[in-house]
């Protein structure tokens, strides 16, 4: 391997480069003389840029910067190229399997007979703590530290690992719990924009285990999140490999409305392309309107690429980057660097007159600014956006639609039903649309201090007319920085959210990820109890059903001041217009409109109180640890010693039994099938992130270890621990399953013909000899990044996924275990063929020697057959499932060098 790596035939084309007293080398894209790249996106730029640096003709071919440089003829060819990210960047929830995988593949070293010592991230990891803490206390002074203080105590042999894992892997910073939230940290800190390695200048980039890691995309970084599993390969050297993407361009003119925020700006761009369809694509955006954008609406943008379905949403470095640079404290000559290096190399852009734009994929997208309105999503899916003036009409009529991802399905009796319920001495009464919980939170938001100030200031105004929010609704305030709480101080809002009870719960993900906390008892009763569609609402980017909290049927994304507003009104079935959202001291009423401030009165406050200096201070403290941090005892030790008597971290099975030869590939023969699944089925349904029943699996597991209930902790504090992970696969609440009557986590065992939980039907079936599949509908997998969706289906015992349409990452994440994505052709589906999941079904797999998107049939015991495509995408991915695993294939690499 090493002997077939030659010189890059690209330094010729290197050049030096002064910046101040100092001088750097650098590929520069210009001295290649070709005329194509003045007419490349520029996110494609960034992926020729590192393909030319990294040309080796073994990892990196000439052949493979061709392709890129044609990219306008290759992008519709699903063309295969490398990508070597520049750095890795995890949470704690993907990050703690990560390292667990890492250890585990270390011992798999030694007993090989291998240097356990190669297990070790080769480009910088960064791994921020922010998915840990929870809303366990709400709307008191001491909510945060009482948080953090619980968040240590639920999480302390996690904590261990990680630290263990900080000393024992090279390249790997850990940013310590309560510093805020991955990507806001990495937008205001993390981020290189420009890397400096032994003398060469090249642009930042990234692969991250979140796939919201594109908001970084807002900086002119370009990155995206991937499985933990292919995050892993990337942190032991291996490029990516991707197909060539098309770049569907996106021009922005104009200027927003005075009284509307980059939230409702994000929702809409949000609807459009995810009508547009860019699965799988970049998403550049260009035109005047990005100048009149702050780098922060950008980050906004940036982050939903997820949920508008694209890879990347990108925004190309100009002047704006460089003003954020300096705002967040960034090192002065690196900032010079930035400037200098890439506009010597062609990655800067402008919006003069004379600037002229690249070539983009069809037809190009365009939206003027200021036709945006105020905007929702919801109730169910993030890209269902509905006008904030319409929003009564469509959640009322969703209560007697049928089931579905706007519908309820409730009669007429059961929409006029209400409950009276007793709190602190009041009697309230709850109805269809009555809100229960009102969170100020996650990254998409709270890295932009024009909508976090917005809602200090609706607040201000709120209180100063007398306004109060219903005691039993939960509210809080999740900041992804300190510098959040810095300028909240200077401009003088937060003792007013303090008042209405938005008071600072932790700086951490939250309730954006399920971590909302149990709603006080009285009300976790009568919501039980009377089965009303009850709703949040939330500055977060998912509202998927079950993951914002078990009992709130409705969930809906809005901007931060709207959350507070909607506190303020105690229900989301209220017409702005005409009905108020309360009534102040004097009784009179007060409308949203005597309580909003306009765009300009919240522009000129962040301009006077963000200042560089408050950066300096959070982030100056960050490589210092906190006190409870520091304070950790963990173990030392290159390999870590397993314990079998801990629940958050086991030794998984995943490297155990692994030798050096590839292992055989079985035909799939008669098997049955473990769910059948309709469409946009997510990652939190397959594997949730949230609190652990009582009575299922994982709960039953943990009861045996000795664990009560009220020490469970979340789904996502456990993956470290792949026995309580298998458990939990599948089992969310709102999953709705056709072998299964009903919402939940259960499916038919078909030879007995029983209905039990998903995992015991999965062990059955295992002490059986069966094998099993799953049938799904379209958009399979979507949602988070999340490698368990992935792992826990393979420890269930299952061989194959057969989807009409997957989730980038997912399908993926399949292929990094073994899993084999299969894709039903065109109008297919199992409804559209007949099936209804009680069929045996059998594929033959010819040893695991199969090409890149090749035709399989799939035998059902019925005598039906069908033909399937298979979803290995690249050559490199049909190494990877021949091997076992993205992993396995690394491993044997390592071992055989």
């Known amino acids: 391997l090493i002997l077939a790596m030659e010189a890059n035939p690209f330094d010729s084309v290197k ?101 356990e010592n190669k297990i070790n991230p080769l480009c910088p990891a960064d791994l921020v703590i922010d998915h840990s803490i929870q809303v366990d206390v709400a709307r008191t002074e001491d909510a945060k530290d009482r948080n953090e203080e619980i968040e240590f105590e639920r999480n302390k042999e996690r904590f261990q690992f990680l630290k263990w894992g900080q000393s024992a892997f090279e390249n790997f910073l850990i940013v310590p719990p309560g510093s805020g939230i991955v990507h806001q940290v990495n937008l ?74 980059a939230t409702d700006l994000v929702l809409t761009v949000v609807q459009m392309l995810r009508k547009r369809g860019v699965v799988g694509k970049f998403v550049e955006f260009f035109g005047k309107g990005c100048a009149s954008l702050t780098l922060a609406d950008r980050a906004t943008i940036a982050n939903m690429a997820p949920e508008y379905g694209a890879t990347m949403g990108y925004f190309p470095i100009d002047e704006k980057t460089i003003d954020y640079l300096k705002l967040t404290a960034r090192d002065a000559h690196n900032i010079d660097r930035v400037q200098d290096y890439l506009e010597a190399t062609g990655l800067f852009r402008t919006y003069e007159e004379e600037a002229v734009d690249p070539t983009y994929s069809g037809d190009i997208l365009e939206l003027d600014l200021s036709t945006v309105v105020p905007s929702l999503s919801g109730p169910k899916r993030p890209h269902d956006r509905v006008d904030m003036a319409s929003l009564k009409q469509d959640f009322t009529d969703g209560l007697t639609a049928p089931v579905s991802f706007k519908g309820f399905g409730l009669s007429e009796e059961e929409v006029k039903k209400e409950h009276t319920f007793s709190f602190k001495g009041e009697e309230f009464t709850l109805k269809n649309g009555s809100l229960v919980i009102a969170a100020i939170t996650s990254c998409t938001n709270t890295s932009n201090p024009d909508v976090m100030l917005a809602a200090g200031l609706v607040a201000k105004k709120a209180v100063e007319k007398g306004l109060t929010i219903k005691p039993y609704i939960k509210t809080s305030l999740s900041p992804g920085s300190g510098v959040v709480t810095k300028y909240y101080e200077l401009a003088g809002v937060n003792e007013y959210l303090d008042k209405l009870g938005f008071t600072t719960a932790g700086y951490g993900c939250m309730t954006c990820i399920g971590n909302s906390g149990d709603l006080v008892p009285e009300l976790h009763q009568a919501v039980e109890e009377s089965d009303l569609v009850v709703s949040s609402v939330l500055s977060g980017n998912r509202n998927f059903e079950g993951r914002v909290h078990p009992l709130t049927r409705a969930n809906y994304l809005a901007s931060p001041p709207l959350v507070v507003a909607y506190a303020l009104a105690g229900r989301v079935d209220i017409d702005w ?61 290159k390999l870590f010693e397993w314990s079998d008597d801990s629940t958050y971290i086991h030794n998984p099975p995943f490297f155990s039994t692994m030798e050096l030869d590839l292992p055989s590939i079985n035909d799939i023969s008669s098997a049955y099938c473990l769910l059948n699944v309709g469409d946009s089925i997510t990652t939190d349904h397959i594997s949730p992130a949230g609190k652990i029943a009582k009575n299922s699996p994982a709960a039953r597991y943990l009861e045996a270890k000795g664990i009560e209930a009220k020490d469970f902790n979340t789904y996502g504090a456990r993956r470290g621990n792949d026995e309580v992970m298998a458990r939990g696969t599948f089992a969310n609440v709102r999953l709705i399953n056709k072998l299964a009557v009903g919402q939940g986590p259960q499916t038919l065992h078909i030879p007995s013909g029983e209905t039990v939980p998903v995992f015991d039907a999965a062990m059955k079936y295992r002490d059986e000899g069966h094998q099993l599949i799953i049938l799904a509908g379209k958009e399979y997998g979507s949602g988070s990044s999340r490698d368990w969706a992935a792992k826990g289906p393979y420890l269930q015992g299952v061989k194959a996924v057969i989807a009409q349409t997957y989730e980038r990452i997912h399908r993926s994440n399949l292929v990094g275990m073994g899993v084999l994505p299969l894709q039903f052709k065109e109008g297919e589906g199992a409804d559209e063929l007949g099936f209804d999941g009680k069929e045996q079904f059998s594929i033959s797999l010819n040893g695991g020697d199969l090409e890149v998107n090749q035709e399989l049939t799939v035998t059902s015991s019925t005598g039906k057959s069908f033909n399937v495509i298979v979803r290995l995408d690249t050559a490199v991915e049909v190494a990877y499932f021949k091997n076992g695993g993205i992993l396995h294939y690394v491993l044997r690499k390592l071992l055989k060098q």
């Open 15 to 115: 050049k030096d480069l002064a910046v101040g007293d100092k001088t750097y080398s650098y590929y520069a894209l210009p001295e290649l003389n070709d005329d194509r790249i003045a007419k490349l996106p520029y996110s494609i730029r960034v992926l020729l840029e590192s393909a030319v640096r990294n040309c080796d003709e073994f990892n990196v071919t000439k052949a493979d910067v061709e392709k890129i440089l044609d990219w306008e003829a290759n992008s519709t060819k699903a063309v295969e190229i490398p990508f070597k990210p520049a750095r890795v960047i995890l949470q704690d929830f993907t990050g703690v399997p990560a390292v667990v995988d890492f250890a585990a593949m270390r011992d798999a070293m030694k007993r090989l007979g291998g240097d």
């Open 188 to 261: 205001e800190y993390l981020a290189r924009v420009v890397f400096e390695n032994n003398g060469i200048l090249y642009p930042d980039s990234l692969v991250g285990t979140d796939s919201h890691t594109t908001m970084i995309n807002g900086l002119g970084v370009a990155g995206w999140g991937v499985g933990g599993i292919e995050a892993e390969a990337v942190m032991l050297g291996q490029t990516i490999s991707m197909v060539l993407p098309e770049v569907v361009g996106f021009k922005l003119t104009g200027e927003l409305s005075p009284h509307i925020t």
């Open 577 to 637: 217009e005409t009905e108020p959202v309360g009534k102040d001291t004097d009784g009179n009423d007060v409308f949203l409109r005597d309580i909003w401030p306009s765009r300009s009165e919240v522009s000129e406050i962040t301009n006077s109180v963000v200042k560089p200096e408050m950066f300096s201070e959070i982030y100056g403290k960050i490589s210092k640890g906190t006190d409870r941090w520091n304070g950790l005892e963990a173990p030392a030790g």
